[in-house]
């Protein structure tokens, strides 16, 4: 079992820029898959950035560029660096995990709102 509390979403004018944290707790943190995902209202929620101890990291192309992901194993954190948002970064983001041997993502935070004006 993996427990993620996520943290840093706000309120940000355009070109702005955010820092989202995500606490992971309950197992090894080199043995889990950490990454972000966003959702707007009515559509389906989709992957932002993945990071793999074993994979590397992985990033969607809408963020590429802009926003940077960092794992700290000794903090067992993952924090998502955001610059350059544009309001169609508007969305809840959650932080998701996984055992390293999965494909499915099964571990979801409770999401935290980021807003973006223009």
């Known amino acids: 079992q993996v427990q993620l509390v996520e943290s840093g979403g706000g309120l940000v004018q355009a070109g702005g820029s955010l820092r989202l944290s995500c606490a992971a707790s309950?197992?090894?943190?080199?043995?889990?898959?950490l990454a972000w995902f966003r959702q707007v209202p009515g559509k389906e929620r989709e992957i932002v950035g993945r990071?793999?101890?074993?994979?590397?990291?992985y990033y969607a192309d809408f963020v590429k560029g802009r926003f940077t992901l960092s794992g700290d194993s000794s903090k067992n954190t993952v924090e998502l660096q955001m610059n350059s948002l544009k309001p169609e970064d508007t969305a809840i983001y959650y932080c998701?995990?996984?055992?390293?041997?999965?494909?499915?993502?099964?571990?979801w935070g409770q999401g935290t709102q980021v807003t973006v004006s223009s």
């Open positions: 998701s995990a996984r055992p390293a041997t999965m494909v499915a993502w099964i571990y």
């Open positions: 309950g197992r090894t943190f080199s043995s889990i898959d």
């Open positions: 990071i793999s101890w074993a994979a590397g990291t």
